[in-house]
């Protein structure tokens, strides 16, 4: 399914480059990133601006672009590369949490894995690929093929850390270090992920308390390594680098004027209301691009009406579905909206739907296509 998924994405990818977007030189955003990682000092470099971007992307990058040619086509590449790979690990995901039973409970659910029956056989090898493929034509995910940027690659690694934490129950011996590594370096290859760390930690705890006494301690050991791990990496990384290139005046002002967070004239409920706009234009109706930013134009015709009604029914679907199968997926959705709203109250993070934080609101739209598919075998017999 990962495999149909990645094929899916490449045929979205290149209906995005259809106009030749790869083609033209960087632009701002894109300079000043390039810039990041052509320098023998990035840190350095990254204090003249206003706008952090991960260090450990910043590494990950200079490593495979050290060799290649200074063409914007290569670099913009990549970056589609990263989201072609976040398909294929999102599709896995959906087909792995699709393919749970609801009737058990986890150990039970865990312990049949490996014999899945006749129903969860076969649906979510495509249910969930399809799922996936309708969130790589969004304009408001495709819109990030077109240029280079991190946000892909926050993507990947979103989607590694939380399959980790989907298959604990499953194959612990594989997804537990897994999910201890990508925790505890969290801070280094994520800025606006880290909003979905505390709700993967809650899964890690949950699952090790249902251990036995023994495994238990082990596992809370483990679990409480890898948070002493991310709390370094935060106070070496984030402290010192991160907070004082975020916390300039000039970036908390831009996300104030975009009415994308506290801090001016807008109020909670305004944002809130904003961002509902913004989650079904994401999805139904024009797109006005500013910035990487979408300022949602609510068309209120008799398609889009029905439309609306159709991805209303979506989420609601979605939601249920994936909440009677494995409830963290909803969970971390939901505390990272929270978190990101507490954030905007005490540091101007943006709350609304965002590139910086596209790494986890995919997931909300993943959820989404998942009920669409859902809804449309509802009155099948092999439902997914």
Avoid at 179 to 198: D, K, N, Q, R, T
Avoid at 309 to 318: A, I, K, N, P
Wanted: contains cysteine; proline residues 7%; charged residues 10%.
């Amino acid at each position: 399914m990962s495999v149909l998924a990645i094929a899916v994405a490449s045929v979205a990818v290149r209906q995005a480059n259809a106009g030749g977007s790869w083609g033209p030189p960087f632009f701002f955003d894109e300079v000043w990133r390039v810039d990041f990682i052509r320098s023998s000092h990035p840190i350095e470099r990254m204090y003249t601006h206003d706008t952090p971007v991960p260090l450990g992307w910043v590494v990950v990058m200079h490593a495979i672009t050290a060799l290649l040619p200074y063409k914007p086509v290569l670099f913009r590449v990549i970056s589609a590369g990263w989201f072609l790979l976040a398909a294929g690990v999102l599709a896995f995901l959906m087909a792995r949490i699709i393919g749970r039973d609801p009737a058990r409970t986890p150990v039970a659910d865990a312990a049949h894995a490996s014999h899945p029956g006749p129903r969860t056989h076969l649906i979510p090898l495509i249910a969930a690929p399809v799922a996936v493929g309708l969130v790589c034509f969004l304009p408001l995910v495709s819109h990030y093929f077109q240029y280079f940027n991190n946000y892909t690659f926050e993507i990947l690694y979103v989607a590694l850390a939380v399959l980790a934490a989907e298959e604990l129950d499953r194959t612990p011996r594989i997804a537990f270090p897994s999910l201890c590594v990508l925790v505890g370096l969290s801070p280094a290859f994520l800025i606006g992920g880290l909003f979905v760390v505390p709700a993967l930690v809650a899964c890690g705890i949950a699952w090790a308390w249902r251990s036995g006494q023994r495994l238990r301690t082990r596992r809370f050991v483990a679990l409480g390594s890898s948070g002493a791990v991310a709390t370094l990496v935060m106070a070496l990384v984030w402290l010192n680098v991160y907070r004082p290139v975020a916390g300039k005046p000039s970036i908390s002002q831009f996300w104030i004027e975009e009415r994308a967070a506290l801090g001016g004239d807008v109020s909670l409920t305004e944002l809130l209301g904003k961002t509902l706009k913004q989650l079904g234009s994401g999805m139904i109706g024009d797109r006005l691009y500013f910035v990487g930013s979408i300022n949602a134009v609510p068309q209120l015709g008799p398609v889009q009406l029905v439309a609306y009604g159709v991805l209303l029914m979506s989420v609601v679907v979605g939601a249920v579905s994936v909440w009677r199968r494995w409830p963290w997926l909803v969970a971390t959705v939901a505390s990272a909206w929270v978190l990101t709203a507490l954030a905007s109250t005490a540091a101007h993070w943006p709350m609304t739907i965002e590139r910086v934080n596209l790494c986890w609101q995919i997931l909300f739209y993943v959820i989404a296509a998942f009920g669409l598919v859902r809804a449309a075998c509802w009155a099948t017999s092999r439902r997914p």
